[in-house]
């Protein structure tokens, strides 16, 4: 059923009202955009006309969102504190903004029994218009050979300082009203584009792709060192810091 843009004006008005504040950033599209560029066994399983909406983190979720889901928390079991914290604030705006209506969340650490994942994040970014994959195709003079090098995605304001955490699709809710543009191209140079490529495949650990562009933010010194520290050891370091209390088992 196509739902008047209005109403998917209203969807994407009631996700941003409950996620912006806490440094989460919205952009809604449609199935079909993204099957369009993917083999069949990748696709996603509804009409191509029904509404989706791709969910990001900016820099700021780490303080406005992360560190106040922590505190005054106690956890038992944890797995991976971001990934419960991007499921906390995702579950609650869906529930908050629609009781009545079916949603399926997928997040972008989840698999699928064969292995692969629920869904292909960069791809469903620059389908969206949110944020420019850049991948060796976009390459006109290809200097690596045989070398696999893989894509980043770039986002117009926040260039690799961003994160794509959630993938929304509501059944039966079609967005005929909505109109596909091409995400920003913030680096369009071959130069520039080969140079990115290059950081990210070859030194990714330097944090330097991240800045192939102007950015308006980044991460702080202390998102940094949280995500530069393995991930075995980050529940850890939250302890140490005082951010995290978890419950002893018995």
Not at 55 to 62: E, I, K
Not at 196 to 207: C, H, I, V, Y
């Amino acid at each position: 059923m196509a739902a008047p843009a209005s109403i998917v004006e209203g969807f994407e008005r009631s996700l941003r009202e409950c996620l912006s504040p806490f440094g989460f950033e919205v952009q809604p599209f449609k199935v079909g955009w993204y099957n369009a560029v993917l083999q069949p066994s990748l696709h996603l399983s509804h009409p191509e006309d029904t509404l989706a909406v791709l969910v990001l983190s900016a820099p700021q979720m780490f303080e406005k969102a992360f560190k106040p889901f922590l505190k005054n928390r106690e956890f038992k079991n944890i797995r991976d504190p971001i990934d419960e914290c991007v499921a906390h604030y995702v579950s609650r705006a869906v529930s908050q903004s629609f009781p009545a209506q079916k949603v399926e969340v997928s997040y972008d650490y989840e698999m699928l029994p064969n292995r692969r994942p629920r869904f292909l994040a960069q791809t469903a970014a620059h389908a969206a218009g949110a944020a420019y994959y850049y991948q060796r195709k976009d390459i006109t003079a290809d200097p690596w050979g045989n070398k696999k090098m893989y894509g980043v995605c770039m986002h117009p304001r926040y260039g690799g300082w961003f994160a794509i955490r959630a993938l929304l699709v509501f059944p039966g809710v079609g967005a005929e009203g909505l109109v596909q543009r091409d995400p920003p191209d913030c680096v369009p140079s071959q130069e520039l584009r080969i140079e990115l490529l290059e950081r990210f495949n070859l030194r990714w650990q330097d944090w330097s792709y991240r800045d192939i562009v102007p950015v308006e933010e980044r991460y702080s010194e202390e998102q940094k060192t949280y995500f530069n520290t393995p991930p075995a050891d980050r529940l850890k370091l939250l302890q140490e810091s005082g951010d995290l209390q978890i419950c002893p088992s018995y």
